[in-house]
């Protein structure tokens, strides 16, 4: 095991300080030198507790941003059908979609997709479809995200979109993402500055380079 | 439902039946990592007995564990000369097939996609050639060496006449996020109930979490296999005042709301799957899972 030093206690400490009070069933530890969130995640209604599920958080984007969540009982069979990976990673959500509500806390990460998804997880265990719907698999669910963002349908106008979306600036001489054969300032100019606002340039970047490297 | 009968019903829902998936899946591991100790170490023929929580009769299925001791002869050199080269050398036969994850004296058992499998491998070494006490390595601890006995600590939980106590204390501090050693919580919990055998099981629960309200400091609690070597309290007191604090907000829980504030509601499937569909109306931002 790593050698314990003070950041590590803190960063456990910080993170039961963000949890512990609304989930008590979780809580921070200690695993090879790193916070680890451990612990029972409860499906509630109303303060009822339906169901249970075993899980882990690991931080390797730092605690500011959402974990990556594992189901450690084997509960839920890995596979892409139940939008679990092999290693465990649970899949809450299309990643910036998270990013896009701007809210970044753990606690908020937690009552929203992650509570959805186990919520789903457990009506589809007992045969029911997921409640909100689901993503196709792979690089076919994102354009169907990111077509909802953006309000455009086909790969080659949302790569368009995501990449003056990655820019610095627009011009209104540039040729329209939309594929009108327009200039900008005579086509989309004001849906683009609006986008802007919603979709800040990182997190355009970062919704490409996931449309890069995602399997087909 | 009275409050005795609502706990029994607690208690029962966390039951693991012995013919249950979960727990015919923890046999055919144990039985799989049994092989692989033994084909790792087939010079030395380790004792292998099985501990934790069936073993006690403190089992719930939300939590549960079975804890595998592979203890080597005490003159057997050949898996390590030292407690810690046996701890080490239990893990690299182990790492082969399993991802571990190092405990003070234990080594968590996973399988490659971290599924957790509730069992733990204790590796130690018989003190002398009575095949009775034990020492172990020890991780972190003041001492390097730990001496046990897994039999006493068995019958000591076992026969404690408090177990449904101890199981629904265990169960709180599941429920509560509480990081403490269940060994010792489980020893302070028969200490505390001493004498109080004959009552009903909420009130040695009431009667464990005023005492633990009321008792600034962890109180002694020894190992009964090593009673004077191996004190307990400091584990207790390095949550003590967690422990004291979700025991005082249980017992204005238990007096203001009612035992269900504490363990929930004990529903019948057709009230949970309502609770479900009532969960999914109630959501105010869906979202939908995604796989890459």
């Known amino acids: ?216 | 439902m009275t409050i005795a009968e609502y706990l029994a019903a607690v208690l029962q829902s966390q039951e693991l039946p012995e013919d249950s998936p979960e727990w015919k899946l923890l046999i055919a591991r144990r039985k799989e990592i049994e092989g692989a100790l033994r084909r790792g170490f087939s010079e030395s023929s380790p004792t292998i007995r099985y501990g934790g929580s069936r073993a006690k009769g403190t089992l719930i299925g939300e939590s549960y564990d079975l804890d595998i001791a592979c203890y080597f002869e005490h003159a057997d050199t050949a898996p390590g000369e030292s407690l810690e080269e046996i701890y080490n050398n239990v893990a690299a036969v182990l790492d082969k097939d399993y991802a571990l994850v190092r405990k003070t004296s234990a080594l968590r058992i996973r399988d490659r996609q971290l599924i957790d499998f509730h069992i733990d491998v204790v590796p130690g070494r018989f003190t002398d050639g009575s095949r009775s006490d034990c020492f172990l390595h020890q991780n972190g601890g003041d001492k390097e060496r730990l001496k046990t006995n897994l039999d006493i600590h068995i019958a000591h939980v076992r026969d404690s006449g408090v177990l449904p106590a101890i199981r629904l204390l265990k169960l709180w501090k599941v429920r509560k996020g509480l990081h403490i050693r269940q060994f010792p919580y489980e020893l302070l919990a028969i200490d505390l109930l001493k004498g109080r055998h004959s009552k009903g099981v909420a009130e040695q629960l009431i009667h464990v979490w005023t005492e633990i309200c009321d008792t600034e400091r962890a109180p002694l609690v020894q190992d009964p296999a090593n009673p004077t070597g191996n004190d307990l309290s400091p584990v207790l007191q390095q949550c003590w005042g967690e422990l004291r604090a979700q025991a005082r907000t249980t017992l204005t829980q238990v007096a203001n709301s009612g035992w269900e504030a504490v363990f929930g509601k004990v529903g019948a499937d057709a009230d949970r799957a309502s609770g479900l569909a009532a969960a999914v109306v109630a959501v105010s931002r869906p979202t939908k899972p995604w796989a890459r």
């Open chain 1, 1 to 216: 095991m790593g050698q314990v030093g003070r950041p590590a206690e803190r960063a456990v400490e910080q993170l039961d300080g963000q949890v512990h009070a609304r989930y008590p069933s979780l809580r921070g530890i200690l695993r090879d030198g790193g916070p680890v969130l451990s612990g029972t995640f409860p499906v509630e209604h109303e303060g009822t507790v339906l169901d249970r599920f075993v899980i882990e958080g690991y931080f390797p984007y730092g605690l500011g941003l959402p974990p990556v969540i594992l189901e450690t009982n084997g509960r839920i069979p890995r596979t892409v059908d139940r939008h679990v990976f092999p290693n465990g990673t649970i899949c809450v959500e299309v990643p910036e979609l998270t990013l896009l509500r701007g809210d970044y806390s753990l606690v908020s990460f937690l009552e929203g997709p992650v509570h959805n998804y186990f919520l789903g997880q457990s009506l589809v265990e007992s045969g029911q479809p997921w409640p909100f719907g689901e993503w196709s698999h792979g690089k076919l669910g994102l354009l169907e995200a990111y077509a909802e963002i953006l309000g455009v349908a086909d790969e080659a106008s949302i790569r368009r979109y995501l990449d003056f979306l990655s820019r610095q600036g627009l011009k209104g001489h540039w040729q329209c993402p939309c594929g009108s054969g327009k200039r900008l300032r005579h086509c989309h100019r004001q849906r683009l500055g609006s986008l802007r606002n919603d979709v800040p340039a990182p997190l355009a970047r970062l919704a490409l380079r996931r449309l890069n490297t995602a399997r087909p």
